[in-house]
């Protein structure tokens, strides 16, 4: 397993959950990214009729790491539900396995996710993140090589965009949130001016 935090700096993608007892399955497009001890997550159905549905979300902050639990601290939730989440972590066969337990309604479901690497992080690989922390205004932008997922929660709006890098200076918006023009100034300046919406 990972002996520090810096060994976890990666683009994860989701593979699979499993919920309680039953059979893992995949309904969502889920990408973590962490950097160091900053991290951002966010998730949206696969079928683009639930697009606005309550199944997407988007979450950013740091992390604490006191090995085999990671502790996700939310300063920005589109959901609002959990300031704080925790699990377990291990890495079985190339993947990293989370385990934890939520509490909904008053009961604790137990769950765990499957996420596989989608970027061998060298110290070649660029990592960017920036922060903004004022009164009107709490934002993150975290990026891995050819992802990035910027975030920021403006006077209670929140707004998200998950991206790619297809080709040198191509990005793509996999996924959005709210008015991406506001995430603009999170954003490293050359980047705003290559985003595409589609391929």
Known sequence: MANNLADLTGIWRRESLTIEQGQPFEDSEVYWLQ???????????RQPLAATSSLQSAYAGRTQWSPPTMTFTHHIDLTQENPEDAGNLMMVNGQLWEQGQVTIDGKIIRYKEVWSPQHRINQASKTT???????????????VADF???MNNRHGAISAACLRQNRPGHWRILHRIGRIESLNALMPEHLVGLIQETD
């Open 129 to 143: 993140v920036a922060v903004v922390d004022t009164l009107d205004e709490v934002g993150y932008f975290v990026q």
């Open 35 to 45: 950097v160091d001890d900053y991290f951002a997550d966010m998730r949206w159905p």
């Open 148 to 150: 990035a997922i910027a």
